[in-house]
């Protein structure tokens, strides 16, 4: 899915995109403000902005985008749970109205992708609808031409983008590779020009040491973390094991962490306690005091005694005490997670518990997972943790619960007090009141342990030399770069010149401070 939406986002806009450093920037939005209470929020779009086929993009395409996006896709909860009303007094003015000061959906702002309601508004279903595969009515500085499945998407230059001069490349080719092993190889052997995701780590770290000629393997560490992680079943209706928090708990012991970041991150991973970020500008919601479970078989052992699971004659394997049966545990893998599954499955065997490894790719994967609940543990690729943290809710809140909703609350863990905590965090903008909230519930999920977290990683984005510009590694929102700001050195780089309404761009900080805020509001004016 993610794949889809770093392609789709070319092609169909958001209002406002995240930069390098996670700040909303201009999309089809070029301009908001909010009231001093934070309870109204006005988007102001480009007039001069239209679809592939020439029809005006105006509100009426932004509340049908809303309208879709809210019902179908799993963040849509966010902006159900903290969005009043939206409207729009105009063609161009798009508006949100709150009941109370919630910022919950303003991480999930830049997902909201944009889409031509005089194409998807119609008696056929939207999945349904030839547009949904062959998109060649979007807003994008790309333009579909074709979609050659297992192999390539071809993009190509919308010469009548609305911001003028942009994009700089004249076409797009988005390869399709088997593996991320595949994917290295065409990229060392100069094949492709951007891995834009997956990237083996062991290959980040050769080509560290030793870096491919006119190559860049450019990884922004921490800045776009995500925490790798096993996601464990919480519901006693579907796990008789790991839905107590004790034998989640010597799950935690028993696992070699030093030795899963050696062989499968290569030392590029930084150890994890928790889902908050350890690293990076977010660090701050990081408890450093929490409960931590470091490899230490000696309790977990204890505790599995503690629960009665007794070792075979053999001292080989425990026993479930109704069945007589050895513990066996159900878990996924694939190819890039194989190293640390078999670390985590031999280090489980040595305190007696057995795992049925089942090898699932892609979707089928997703939704044995997320459709059926049919495992025990899960081993998560990577849980963000940005832009802002209140986007952690989706893996851990009662409202998040769905089945089929893909990357959301698929371990059914349920704690009222935590979600009580969640909404109050994004409930203000102090950010110490929102670390000592967000450090309440670590302390419940140390003892809790709904997940297992590893290490974190950052977003790496390897690309060829011969382009320049803004290399964006695929990070929360997995598809916030347009690619329309990169350039190939040997061609020639127009000036940018925005048509864009005289109204600023203005934002300011997220602080309490009001001196700090009309400092930011001064500086905006003199530039």
């Not at 109204?40 to 029809?55: K, L, Q, R």
């Not at 997703?366 to 940005?386: E, L, Q, R």
């Not at 909703?405 to 698929?410: D, V």
């Amino acid at each position: 899915s993610g794949i889809v939406m770093f392609m789709s986002n070319k092609i169909y806009e958001p209002l406002v995109r995240y930069g390098l450093d996670d700040i909303w920037e201009p999309e089809l939005a070029y301009a908001w403000e909010s009231s001093d209470d934070l309870m109204t929020w006005t988007f102001h779009i480009y007039e001069n902005a239209t679809w592939h086929d020439g029809e005006p993009i105006t509100t009426e395409d932004i509340l049908f985008s809303y309208d879709v996006f809210t019902e179908r896709h799993p963040s849509g909860q966010i902006f159900k749970n903290a969005v009043a009303s939206v409207s729009a007094p105009d063609d161009y003015t798009f508006v949100m109205e709150f009941d109370e000061v919630d910022i919950s959906w303003r991480p999930n702002m830049p997902l909201v992708s944009i889409v031509p309601k005089h194409i998807f508004d119609v008696s056929t279903d939207i999945l349904d609808n030839d547009a949904t595969r062959n998109p060649y009515v979007g807003s994008g500085a790309f333009k579909f031409v074709e979609w050659k499945a297992g192999e390539y998407v071809r993009m190509i230059r919308n010469d009548d983008y609305y911001q003028d001069a942009l994009p700089y490349l004249d076409e797009i080719y988005f390869i399709f590779a088997p593996d991320s092993l595949t994917n290295a190889a065409m990229f060392e052997n100069g094949d492709i020009d951007f891995i834009a995701y997956g990237t083996p780590l062991e290959e980040l770290a050769r080509w560290r040491e030793n870096p491919i000629a006119g190559q860049y393997p450019g990884i922004y560490s921490g800045l776009k973390a995500s925490v790798a992680s096993f996601m464990l079943m919480n519901s006693p209706e579907y796990s008789k094991y790991t839905s107590q928090a004790k034998f989640r708990q010597a799950m935690a012991y028993s696992w070699d962490y030093d030795r899963i970041i050696r062989d499968q991150t290569f030392g590029i991973g930084v150890r994890q306690h928790t889902l908050f970020p350890a690293t990076g500008p977010n660090s701050w919601s990081y408890n450093t005091e929490a409960k931590q479970y470091n490899y230490d078989p000696d309790k977990a052992n204890a505790l599995l005694d503690e629960l009665g699971y007794a070792w075979d004659s053999n001292h080989e394997w425990r026993l479930d005490p109704d069945t007589g049966e050895p513990v066996t545990l159900r878990t996924n893998t694939g190819t890039t997670m194989q190293p640390r599954t078999e670390i985590i499955v031999d280090n489980m065997e040595d305190v007696g518990i057995k795992s049925e490894v089942r090898q699932y790719t892609g979707q089928a994967s997703a939704s044995v997972i997320f459709n059926d609940y049919n495992y025990d543990y899960y081993t998560w690729g990577g849980a963000f943790t940005g832009p802002d943290v209140s986007h952690i809710e989706e893996y851990m809140g009662t409202a998040y619960i769905a089945k089929g909703a893909m990357w959301a609350n698929g371990g059914i863990y349920s704690d009222p007090e935590v979600d009580a905590l969640f909404k109050s965090a994004v409930q203000t903008t102090d950010q110490g009141e929102r670390k000592d909230i967000y450090w309440e519930i670590q302390e419940i999920w140390g003892e809790d342990i709904p997940w297992i977290p590893m290490y974190s990683t950052g977003r790496a984005s390897p690309h060829n030399q011969e382009f320049k510009g803004e290399f964006f590694p695929m990070n929360v929102s997995m598809h916030q770069d347009p690619l329309k700001h990169i350039w190939w050195v040997y061609g020639e780089v127009p000036d940018v010149t925005t048509t864009a309404p005289a109204a600023p761009v203005i934002v300011l900080p997220d602080t309490d401070d009001l001196e700090e805020q009309v400092g930011a509001l001064e500086d905006a004016v003199n530039q």
